[in-house]
């Protein structure tokens, strides 16, 4: 059997005809705000899309689609597969993508493969299935191959991006994007309201606010798993963990403090990604809770929760969470940035969409036992089940992306924010600002 994807580029040639029609000129610098404060451009980064590609692209709904290799081509028996570079890529110093260039990486980046070029197409053999060789490639991203060059990188404080002239796509609409981090949510408010900024992250209690005078809200799937972890060598006692998880009311957070934004849960996967989540009961049981709290030494029944203020709600969050568990008869003081807290309310990444794959970076970041491969949704849930065992971490919700963009901002093709999170900003272009306000 030889299955083959492609594109034809007559599309590309007609999409680039009918957006030069559509828009009203190139230029602009885009203006952004984040809270984020890498320490390096990580690819992985919801801006990294600007300037690193993958031979494959996941779209919307997880299927692979051409990017960086126009075609491939699978050979059933032999696990023999052949990727046909798109023509005429130029890297962002000038030079070409070559089929040669794009072996060694992947050598190095997916070990135990064999991998050769074969004039402009790569050819790699696999003993895994047809999805698990194509979300690896999906996930091995080439620095340099994106829409916008990095230009200035400041840790933790700017990032500069400029046109990419030479893109394959087709040049962005945009000259450059600027980017601030490390900006607070209530700042980034302010100055998308005083037309300082384009995009601007909002907090779910400000989404009302963000949307007024002609601004658009932007969201991606809920994406950003909100819990509580307790720390390493701290709640020893099992049925401390368990009183605590068994008090929070989730459905109230999720209704009052977060305006109904994301959802409720109890699982570590979002719904939307795995399907089950809902089967994780997220209900409190204020009952079992006091019987377990009740069963513990006074002196074992007390906990320091702390929290980062830069997580969205996150002193909200905390000081519900902390009046549920004191209705179950614990005591529990809340603390910013207390390092030598019990507990503390931390929010993860949800980074594929592929649930096995979004599982196993899940379990890492929040410092637990990697789950073994899973080939259906039962072992994949098995696996999950296994890793809240203990309740040393304690699902509250998942919570998307949610941007402010200003009246100027305007998107040729959507999405500008995808599911993940991650940035499509070479669909942007800038308009005129509506009459009395702000450029």
Same mark, same amino acid.
């Given at each position: ?327 179950? #008869?614990? /005591?529990?003081? =809340?603390?910013?940035?207390? %390092?030598? +807290?019990?507990? @503390? *309310?931390?929010?993860? !990444? ?53 941007? #402010?963009? /200003?009246?100027? =901002?305007?998107?040729?093709? %959507?999405? +500008?924010?995808? @599911? *993940?999170?991650?940035? !499509? ?15």
């Amino acid at each position: 059997m030889r299955l083959t994807v492609w594109l034809p580029l007559a599309a590309l040639s007609v999409i680039a005809v009918c957006g030069a029609a559509t828009r009203p000129h190139y230029g602009g610098t885009l203006r952004v705000e984040t809270r984020a404060t890498p320490a390096a451009f990580d690819p992985t980064a919801p801006m990294a899309p600007l300037v690193f590609e993958a031979l494959v692209r996941l779209d919307e709904t997880g299927a692979p689609q051409p990017c960086l290799a126009i075609s491939w081509q699978h050979e059933g028996a032999s696990r023999r597969w052949q990727f046909n570079l798109r023509p005429a890529v130029k890297l962002h110093d000038g030079s070409p993508l070559t089929a040669a260039a794009v072996v060694s990486a992947l050598q190095a980046a997916l070990p135990g493969l064999a991998i050769n070029a074969n004039g402009d197409a790569v050819v790699i053999r696999a003993e895994h299935g047809i999805s698990a060789l194509l979300l690896d490639l999906a996930h091995t991203a080439f620095a340099g191959t994106g829409p916008f060059r990095l230009g200035a990188f400041d840790a933790g404080r700017r990032a500069t991006f400029a046109a990419n002239e030479d893109y394959w796509g087709g040049r962005p609409f945009l000259d450059g994007i600027e980017v601030q981090l490390g900006r607070p949510l209530r700042d980034q408010l302010v100055d998308l309201e005083l037309g300082k900024t384009d995009i601007a992250e909002v907090a779910p209690a400000d989404l009302r606010r963000a949307s007024e005078h002609g601004r658009a809200v932007w969201s991606s799937a809920a994406v950003n798993l909100l819990a509580l972890e307790f720390a390493p060598g701290r709640a020893h006692d099992a049925r401390l963990r368990e009183a605590l998880a068994l008090a929070i009311d989730r459905a109230a957070m999720h209704n009052v403090l977060l305006q109904k934004q994301g959802e409720a849960t109890a699982a570590l996967l979002p719904q939307w990604l795995s399907g089950y989540a809902f089967a994780f009961p997220a209900k409190p049981d204020l009952a079992r809770a006091q019987s377990l709290a009740g069963s513990l030494p006074a002196a074992a029944r007390a906990l320091t929760l702390t929290y980062d203020p830069a997580v969205r709600a996150a002193r909200a969050l905390a000081e519900r969470a902390a009046v549920n568990a004191r209705d179950a #008869g614990l /005591a529990v003081q =809340v603390a910013p940035q207390n %390092a030598q +807290a019990d507990v @503390r *309310l931390i929010e993860v !990444r949800v980074r594929s969409l592929d649930p096995a794959r979004a599982l196993a970076g899940l379990a890492e970041a929040l410092g637990l036992e990697a789950p073994p491969p899973a080939a259906t949704a039962a072992a994949l849930y098995a696996s999950e089940r296994k890793l809240l065992d203990g309740y040393r971490v304690i699902p509250l919700c998942h919570l998307p992306d949610l941007y #402010g963009a /200003a009246s100027r =901002v305007h998107i040729f093709a %959507a999405p +500008a924010i995808t @599911r *993940l999170g991650d940035w !499509r900003f070479d669909n942007i272009w800038l308009g005129a600002s509506p009459s009395g306000t702000a450029p």
